[in-house]
Antibody, heavy 123, light 109 residues
Framework: QLQLQESGPGLVKPSETLSLTCTVSGGSISSSSYYWGWIRQPPGKGLEWIGSIHYSGSTYYNPSLKSRVTISVDTSKNQFSLKLSSVTAADTAVYYC???????????????WGQGTMVTVSS | QSALTQPASVSGSPGQSITISCTGTSSDVGGYNYVSWYQQHPGKAPKLMIY???NRPSGVSNRFSGSKSGNTASLTISGLQAEDEADYYC?????????FGGGTKLTVL
């Protein structure tokens, strides 16, 4: 059964770079043409799509975050990662990694989710 | 301000049916058949309930159904059960992004 697990620092200082990794287990990240995604949710608020990546390295980013976001993939480790630069308190959120229910769609829906990891931006 | 508009709250009694709306524009909901719905219980990750307007993932109860008319999508839950009490979010593909609604809190009375 496919599982996703986010990992990374829970506290990041303002103006620094947030870095998170999603480890995929129970299946290969490169076995099918899925676009693996990152989504975040500020405390008490709604969901926001950050971006998605294919194992080939093809990426799609939310235009509102594009200037600060980099998503990369490491197929040898079965992982994909998120970097968000110049963070502020507004970037405090639970960050989720997820996979769509169908292949080939870049940002249609997400079926399998990690448990989420809380990242707080504070000095 | 969320790109997609949902009612803040809806409620219903056990056994009843409720519908949650999700209103967008021709650039998102109305323009593509990529509307999805998520259920989220407190402290948990979202769970996909409907994708591509009306498709249910394996394991999701057939009490959940989705539809779309013009720029508005709807999630209907029939035979309400206590465990359906949760927050529900809609989302839609757009030409450059993926938009979510602000969420609807479902209370089972």
């Amino acid at each position: 059964q496919l599982q996703l697990q986010e990992s990374g620092p829970g506290l990041v200082k303002p103006s620094e770079t947030l870095s998170l990794t999603c480890t995929v287990s129970g299946g290969s990240i490169s076995s099918s043409s899925y676009y693996w995604g990152w989504i975040r949710q500020p405390p008490g608020k709604g969901l926001e799509w950050i971006g998605s990546i294919h194992y080939s390295g093809s990426t799609y980013y939310n235009p509102s975050l594009k200037s600060r976001v980099t998503i990369s993939v490491d197929t040898s480790k079965n992982q994909f990662s998120l970097k968000l630069s110049s963070v502020t308190a507004a970037d405090t959120a639970v960050y989720y990694c997820a996979r769509p229910p169908t292949t080939g769609t870049t940002r249609s829906a997400f079926d399998i989710w990690g448990q989420g990891t809380m990242v707080t931006v504070s000095s | 301000q969320s790109a997609l508009t949902q009612p803040a709250s809806v409620s219903g009694s056990p056994g009843q049916s409720i519908t949650i709306s999700c209103t967008g524009t021709s650039s998102d909901v109305g323009g593509y058949n990529y509307v999805s719905w998520y259920q989220q219980h407190p402290g948990k990750a979202p769970k996909l309930m409907i994708y591509e307007v009306s498709n249910r993932p394996s394991g999701v109860s057939n009490r959940f159904s989705g539809s779309k008319s013009g720029n508005t999508a709807s999630l209907t839950i029939s035979g309400l059960q206590a465990e359906d009490e949760a927050d529900y979010y809609c989302s839609s593909y757009t030409s450059s992004s993926m938009s979510f609604g602000g969420g609807t809190k479902l209370t089972v009375l």
